[in-house]
C-alpha cells in the first residue's frame, strides 16, 4: 500500500520576535526545478529583506534541500527541514523570509523561530493523505444514516455527498484495505438490507483534517 502525507495547498503566515518579522511560506511542489522556480519567485518579492531561508523535500528521489541564506550554520534551513520530516510531509517547498529588527536573536533564538515559523506555515497549509480509495455509495434509512457515519468513520473513511430523497444515499471514500470490511459490518448489521455500491477507484489526496 503506497500512502504519502502532502500540504493541502499554499499558506502565508507571520511570526514577529524581538522586532524581526519572519514571512512563513509553504506550497505542494512535484520537483525540484518548481521548488526552486518558488524560491526565487520570493527572493524576487521580498528583494529588501535580509534573509530568505528555505528547504525542500521531493518524494520522487527521495530529496532534501535546505539553505540558512546567510543566518549562522544550522539555525534556519536544517530546524526548518525537520518540521516536515517529523510531519512525514514531502512534495513540500517552505520558505521563510526574515527582515531584521534590529535586536540579535541568538541561535537559539534563531532556530526557535524558524521551526515556528515554517511550522505556523504548514499549519496554515493542511496536511493531505494521498492514497489509493474506493469511491462507495450506500443507500440507506434515514434511522440508519448516523449509525452509518460513525462506522464509516471508524474504518477510516471520508464522508462525500449525501443525497436526500425517500432515502438517504452516502457517497464516501474508504481506504482500499478497509472496503471489504466496512461492507462485511455493513452486511451483517443491517441483515441484507443495506449494501455499498462500488462506484470505483481513485488514487487521490485527501485532507487530513477528513480523514
Not at 432515502?167 to 441483515?191: G, I
Request: some cysteine; aromatic content about 10%.
Amino acid at each position: 500500500m503506497t500512502e504519502y502525507f502532502v500540504p493541502t495547498g499554499a499558506s502565508e503566515t507571520e511570526l514577529v520576535e524581538k522586532r524581526s518579522r519572519f514571512l512563513g511560506r509553504v506550497w505542494p511542489v512535484e520537483s525540484e526545478e518548481e521548488a526552486r522556480a518558488r524560491i526565487e519567485e520570493i527572493r524576487k518579492k521580498h528583494y529588501d529583506a535580509r534573509h530568505h531561508c528555505w528547504c525542500y523535500r521531493i518524494r520522487e528521489g527521495g530529496v532534501e534541500r535546505y539553505s540558512d541564506d546567510g543566518e549562522p550554520q544550522g539555525t534556519a534551513g536544517q530546524p526548518m527541514l525537520n518540521v516536515f520530516q517529523r510531519e512525514g510531509v514531502t512534495n513540500v517547498c517552505c520558505v521563510v523570509t526574515r527582515y531584521f529588527g534590529g535586536i540579535l536573536l541568538g541561535a537559539g533564538g534563531l532556530v526557535r523561530a524558524y521551526t515556528q515559523s515554517a511550522k505556523d506555515a504548514l499549519d496554515a497549509a493542511g496536511i493531505s493523505v494521498v492514497r489509493r480509495w474506493v469511491e462507495v455509495a450506500v443507500p440507506c434509512p434515514y434511522s440508519f444514516f448516523e449509525r452509518l457515519k460513525l462506522e464509516l468513520e471508524a474504518h477510516g473513511g471520508v464522508l462525500g455527498e449525501v443525497e436526500y430523497a425517500a432515502d438517504v444515499t452516502v457517497h464516501a471514500l474508504l481506504p482500499e484495505e478497509r472496503a471489504e470490511a466496512f461492507s462485511a459490518w455493513l452486511t451483517e448489521l443491517a441483515a441484507g438490507g443495506v449494501a455499498a455500491q462500488v462506484c470505483g477507484e481513485s488514487f487521490q489526496a485527501v485532507p487530513r483534517t477528513q480523514v
